[in-house]
Each structure stands twice: as C-alpha cells, then as structure tokens.
C-alpha cells in the first residue's frame, strides 16, 4: 500500500481577507484533519507573521509546518525565525521555472537561475534540515534546464521537490510523462517528488492520481484555490485506495464536517454559514403543516435523497404528525427520512460491542453482528471511537460505503439524556440514511451505521 502525503496550500491562498485568528483556527482544522503538511505563504511584516507561525506551531504537532521563504536569505531568515518552535519546520523555496516567469519574478535570465537556486536552497539547508524546492510552472519549462534546476537543488540540500503545472497546460496523461521522466532522472536518490496542479480545468485531481502512479509522494491540494481540490483527491483516495494500492492520513470520517467549517471561517455563502452556526440546515429548508407532498419531496431532494413513491408516502405521513407540534427543518426531515423511508429486514444485527479508547491509547472497537445465522467478529483500530467502530462493521460485511454525513444528538435531557445518531451512507451515487438510539452515543452510533448498510444491502441485492 503506498502512502500519499497530502500538503494543504490553503492558507497560502485568501491571504489579505482573513484575520489572523480566522488562519489560526483554519490551521487548527487542518491538524485535526490530518493533512501531512500545512503551508504557509511567505510573509510580508515580520513581527505579524512570525507570531502567527509560532502560535500554530504550538498545537501542530503531527502535520509538518511549510513556511515560503521569499526570493533572498532575508527571507529565509524571516521564515527559519518563525519557525524555531514548530514540531516539524519546513522551509519551502519556490521559484518560476519558465522564461517570462524567471524574467519577471527573479529579474533573472536562465544562467543565472543555477546559482540562484543553489544560494537559497543553501541558505534555507543551513536554517532547516527539512527544505522543499518548488518548480513553479515547471510544464512550461525547458525540460533540460528543468532538470538542472532540479539537479542543482538536490545537490544544496533540498529533500523535496515539487514540479507545478501552474497553467493547467497539460492532460492527465501528459502530466504523468512529465512526472515520470521527472522521477527517472530523480533516480533513487533520497528525495520525495511532489505535484501541484492547477484546477482551471477541472482536472487537477486526475493530474495528481495519475502523478502518484508515475512515483509522485506528494500531492499539494486546496479546500479553496485553484489547485486539486482537497476533497475531491482525498475522496478518490478513500474510494479508489484499495483497487489502486493508495492510503492517506486523512481522517475521512471529518473531512466534509471539517471542509464545510473552513469554508464557513473564510466567508462561506450566507446559507452555509447559517447551516453550520446552527447545526442544521434551517435556512435553506423549513416546513410547516401546510406544505404538501411535493414541497417535502422537494426538501427531501435538496437533502440529497431520491424516494420512492412508496417512502415518500410514509415520509410524508410521518411529516404531518411532526409538523402539527412544530417547525421541521433539514435535522427534523433527515430523521423522518431515516426512521420511515426504506425500512427492511435486517440482513446485519448487533450482537455486542466492545471499545476502548483514551488519550494514551489508540481507540479499538471488537463488533460481532450476526448475519445468515451466524456471528461474524471486526476489529479495527481507528481515528477514535466511532471511526473504529465504522472500520470494524466495514471489516465484517467485506465493503466501504462513503460516510456523506454522520449526526450526534441528544433526544431527552438530564444525565441519563437518550442520544440519537444519524449516518448517511452512499452507494452508487444513491444515499441511505440509517437512524440510531442509546443512551450510549457509540452505540447509537454503530446501530445507526448497520441500520442504513441494511437498507443498502437490501436493495441492491
């Protein structure tokens, strides 16, 4: 299984409209996200950005911090002081690698360029043992002065290397020859090869998937920019990884949660942000009594459900006596959704589990669920708890499902409160939403997730 490094440029993008509290909790997502690598941009006052590099790498402790260091040693000196605190520092020297690019931005011609990487790739190695190279517009190159460049900076010191295809020039299949050559002449020396793709075309994602096949490691992606989407490369990963041989550190079972609150701190829609202030998404649908049938299958739509006649009719029946006592929003319909729609006979059933979890150890979960007359055991390890268990079930019924959104709340109150979970499961394009209730959240939890892989396996049978 080969393990692809994902490096989040997030915050190298929307640099003048975010305050320095908004980069903060944005990079704090990201750690929690598990991105390998979160990059920050070169920075233009000091005391500012130092500070805001030093308070994120107070609590970046997994994800390396990738500071840019500028175009001279002054740079590099600015960004080696910002990071004199971080877990695991990065300087990242970046530089135009085509004609007009090396002309305008470095006011230097192609024999000049040698030198010119070399210095700062020197100047950055003795600040950090960690140093990146970035060949920005390396699709528009030279191939042969490329390769020199790329031969100058191993030979500073740089252990990484990124070649951009910043212009979007270049069809998936053409950017993976790139890359192969890249990594032929790369040989096997000691150095991780990188790709960033621009997405102005729509086709960053499939650039890097093909990349990574030709020996790539890294992949730098974005939750916003014009780079591989974040979400869309991460999903392929987790969708496509067993069939192509992929894994990731991601935490696929935060990414839209984690996603959708990035977006919200960088200004999201007005709707988004009420749906992710409030926990639901009661600014884009609220029903009352005198709704019909065809405004609820309407709002069951935006939800992303496709009913049949039959579960509309039941979802509808359930609505009205909902609706008669109060307002029912997106979290209101979802469980309408989940505990009317599609019920079947089970195929799984939870015998027992078992979890163990704290903050020394690695979060277990044991699940035996009884299936066709027998008892079947998973045990997994996981990103806490709950993912554990979800791995665990996956283990047992031999298929993954994306997890399109996964809900907690509480149903009564006091310390004995009674908790609802919902999941909401994909398969073949179509969602199913399984609905769960304990007293204990994990449990709901699990019995929520066999609940909609019943409905899954039911109806594709």
Same mark, same amino acid.
């Given at each position: 299984m080969k393990? @692809? &490094?994902? =490096? %989040?440029r997030t915050l190298c993008g929307e640099k003048s409209t975010l305050g320095f509290k908004e980069k903060i909790e944005i990079a704090r997502q990201l750690e929690q996200l598990g991105v390998d690598v979160i990059e920050l941009p070169a920075g233009s006052s000091a005391k500012t950005d130092i500070l805001l590099? &030093?308070? @994120?790498?107070?609590? *970046?402790?997994?994800? @390396? /911090?990738?500071?840019?260091?500028? /175009? %001279?040693? #002054?740079?590099?000196?600015? =960004?080696? =002081?910002? $990071?004199?605190? *971080?877990?695991?520092?990065? $300087? &990242?020297? #970046? $530089?135009?690698?085509s004609t007009v690019g090396m002309e305008y931005v470095c006011h230097k011609k192609a024999p000049k360029m040698g030198e010119y990487v070399t210095a700062l790739i020197t100047a950055a190695r003795a600040k950090c043992d960690d140093v990146e190279f970035c060949a920005v517009d390396a699709t528009r190159a030279e191939e042969d002065f490329l390769f020199d460049m790329i031969a100058a900076a191993i030979g500073a010191g740089a252990r990484t290397i990124t070649v951009c295809d910043s212009a979007a020039e270049q069809m998936p299949d053409e950017f993976a020859a790139f890359v192969e050559r890249i990594a032929a002449k790369i040989g096997d020396q000691p150095v991780e090869l990188a790709v960033a793709c621009s997405d102005k075309n729509g086709m960053a994602a499939a650039n890097s998937v093909l990349a990574v096949k030709k020996n790539a490691g890294m992949v730098k992606a974005s939750l916003e920019g014009e780079i591989t989407p974040l979400e869309t490369f991460a999903g392929m990963i987790k969708n496509c990884g067993n069939t192509c041989g992929f894994s990731s550190h991601i935490r696929y079972t935060q990414l839209h949660r984690i996603a959708k609150q990035i977006r919200w701190i960088m200004g999201g829609n007005r709707a988004e942000r009420s749906v992710l202030a409030a926990g639901e998404e009661e600014s884009v649908i609220r029903l009352d009594a005198k709704d019909d049938l065809n405004a609820v299958n309407e709002a069951a739509r935006q939800l992303g459900y496709d009913l049949s006649e039959e579960d509309l009719e039941k979802v509808y029946a359930e609505f009205k006596r909902v609706a008669e006592k109060r307002t029912v929003g997106a979290k209101e319909l979802e469980a309408v959704i989940a505990t009317t729609a599609l019920q079947v006979p089970p195929t799984y059933a939870l015998v027992s589990y078992v979890i163990n979890n704290g903050n020394i150890i690695s979060a277990s979960a044991q699940i035996t669920l009884a299936a066709e007359g027998e008892n079947r055991k998973g045990i997994s390890i996981g990103d806490g708890p709950i993912d554990a268990a979800f791995l665990a079930i996956e283990q047992i019924i031999g298929r993954h499902y994306e997890l399109d959104d996964f809900q907690i709340q509480a149903v009564t109150e006091g310390k004995e409160a009674v908790g609802s979970a919902l999941v909401r499961l994909r398969s073949r394009g179509k969602l199913y939403s399984g609905n769960g209730v304990s007293t204990d959240i994990i449990g709901a939890s699990i019995r929520a997730y066999v609940n909609a892989v019943n409905k899954i396996v039911y109806e594709e049978a």
């Open positions: 393990h @692809i &490094r994902m =490096a %989040d590099v &030093r308070t @994120i790498a107070a609590f *970046a402790k997994n994800s @390396i /911090l990738s500071v840019a260091v500028g /175009l %001279d040693e #002054e740079g590099v000196e600015n =960004a080696a =002081a910002a $990071l004199n605190t *971080a877990a695991h520092p990065r $300087l &990242r020297v #970046e $530089l135009p690698m």
